[in-house]
């Protein structure tokens, strides 16, 4: 049988490997040299130009690593838009997977 601690053991795991996750989330989104994986819609709609290919020159550190901190807070403000929107908005905007996805989590 299952001890308390067992169950408070794998909880504080579980919780940490989540957290992990989380933060390396936050970090490599708000990359910029990340855009074209976290970001694929803006380059398609032509928002966002295509980085150069080839040998990274020496520049700015700014151009690979983001040093804005107001950015890695805001990561989630997406989340309280998201919510006021309606499920169609949200599969003309994000599409339908982000609908679905949307859908289980607020009925989970």
């Known amino acids: 049988m299952t001890t308390l601690q067992e169950i408070g053991v794998s909880a504080l795991f579980n919780i940490g490997i989540t957290s992990v996750f989380l933060l390396g989330f936050i970090v490599f989104s708000v990359q910029p040299i990340n855009d074209r994986v976290y970001y694929p819609k803006l380059y398609i ?3 966002r130009k295509r980085r150069p290919y080839g040998p ?7 151009v690979y690593f983001n040093m804005d901190i107001y950015q890695y807070l805001r ?3 997406w989340a309280r ?3 006021r929107k309606t499920e169609e908005e949200i599969i003309k905007h994000a599409g ?3 609908a679905v996805y949307l859908h289980i989590y607020l009925v989970g």
């Open 56 to 62: 990274p020159q020496l520049k700015h550190r700014g």
């Open 45 to 47: 709609k032509g928002i």
């Open 81 to 83: 838009s998201a919510l």
């Open 96 to 98: 339908l997977d982000s």
């Open 75 to 77: 990561v989630f403000h």
